[in-house]
């Protein structure tokens, strides 16, 4: 019997037709002026993403890369940091930090909890020589939201701290304007609500972090930021640019743009609302106290393994994410960011409850699908 697959994963997700098309097209040469009039294009609409006038920087290299930049170019040896450690990438921003001599702060949250405001508080009334805050605006390995915009405040009490935040799983799921949160500098990738395979990511730095620049003494050569800047402002970038992916980025940076950010925020907040409130219905139990919009963690039911269960899901035509690390066969990942919509909801909630039905957790089929009806009938 064919069966297709539907990627209901956190990255990488499915892509849209305009974008798959734009990918489809022959190559054309990076440096001529065709190509400098797609890239600065390209350029103005990530601004209007992020409502910024800055020049917002593009790198050929998966998101971590412009992890690893934000650190290399904006700290120096033995700067102190806090990482907001709650889940795999904020044990990257850890490990990174580590790796290139900066003195970290390792503020370890429990897996699927955000940070206690308090507790921030208090690490940085002890800090006051804190040269920056590492945060994710939302974790995906436990599908947490961190409010950033709280850090930024705190940063401003601050002599020279600036806020890092990792939007991976943000851009594009929120209203994500880093002037309007205090945030130093964003960074995101594309094959998360961008729609776009991996590949590129994107670094915001706010004038604030610019001034970094010149005194970072790190080491660092093909993520040198402000001899990329420099480069972009014309349009061009200081190495061979990934040419195919910055053409699609256009493209689906004008589908975001043409669907309105607010709007786009408000689908995703109705489809991880849904998402929730239908797996609750069905008695599982959500990884996270602070659920992101981008993706919904769910425990496995006793008993069942995620992982058989995921399988389960793939035979009947629905890939979702297991857990990571100490949460691998413990819970599954269900992703809404990017080219989702409510009806995709409601596939992949009845596909749940036919899966769970055949692991021999019985539920009433289509309870959980009309939990999340009702939510989207509410609010369209
Ligand atoms: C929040 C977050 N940060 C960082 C990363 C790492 O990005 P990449 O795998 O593109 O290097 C991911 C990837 O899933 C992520 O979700």
């Known amino acids: ?23 489809g097209q022959q190559i054309i040469h990076h440096r001529t002026p065709e190509f400098t009039k797609i890239f600065k294009e390209t350029k103005e609409k990530l601004k209007k993403l992020l409502k ?7 790198f050929a290299s998966s998101g971590t890369g412009s992890m690893e930049a934000s650190v290399l170019n904006f700290f120096s040896k033995g700067d102190k940091v806090l990482i907001i450690n709650a889940g795999k990438f904020g044990q990257r921003w850890y490990e990174l930090a580590k790796t290139f001599g900066l003195n970290p702060i390792n503020y370890e949250i429990e897996w699927g909890k955000t940070y206690n405001k308090d507790r921030v508080k208090e690490i940085i009334e002890n800090n006051k020589d804190l040269k920056g ?3 994710q605006h939302s ?14 405040d705190l940063a401003k009490s601050l002599e020279d701290c600036i806020v890092v935040v990792d939007g991976i ?4 799921v929120y209203e994500v304007y880093p002037e309007r949160l205090g945030v130093d500098v964003l960074i995101t990738g594309s094959q998360k609500a961008l729609m776009l395979p991996p590949g590129l990511s994107i670094l915001y730095y706010s004038e604030k972090a610019e001034k970094r ?13 402000k001899k990329e800047s ?3 402002s014309e349009g061009q970038t200081a190495y061979t640019p990934a040419i195919n992916l910055i053409i699609a980025l256009n493209e689906s940076l004008s589908l975001i743009l043409d669907e309105g950010l607010e709007e786009l925020a408000k689908r995703h907040e109705i489809m991880a609302k849904a998402t929730r409130e239908a797996v609750k219905s069905l008695g599982l139990k959500l990884l996270s106290e602070s659920p992101a919009n981008s993706a919904t963690g769910v425990y496995s039911p006793d008993g069942i393994n995620a992982d058989d269960l995921r399988k389960t899901l793939l035979k009947i035509g629905f890939r979702v994410a297991g857990g990571q690390d100490h949460l691998k066969g413990k819970i599954f990942r269900i992703a809404h960011m990017g080219y989702f919509d ?3 909801v409601l596939q992949i909630i009845s596909g749940l409850e036919l899966a769970l039905n055949k692991l021999g957790y019985k539920v009433d089929l289509g309870k959980g699908v009309k939990t999340a009806q009702e939510i989207i009938f509410s609010n369209i």
């Open 1 to 23: 019997m064919l069966v297709k697959e539907r990627l209901f994963t956190p990255g990488p997700v499915p892509l849209p037709p305009q974008v798959i098309k734009a990918l």
């Open 52 to 58: 910024t006038e800055r020049n917002v920087l593009v």
């Open 133 to 135: 805050i590492l945060v």
């Open 139 to 152: 974790e995906t390995s436990t599908t947490t939201y961190h409010d950033v915009k709280y850090l930024g």
């Open 169 to 172: 799983t943000s851009v594009g």
């Open 213 to 225: 620049l010149d005194i970072s003494d790190l080491p660092k050569y093909y993520f040198d930021v």
């Open 230 to 232: 420099k480069k972009q």
């Open 342 to 344: 409510f009806m995709d």
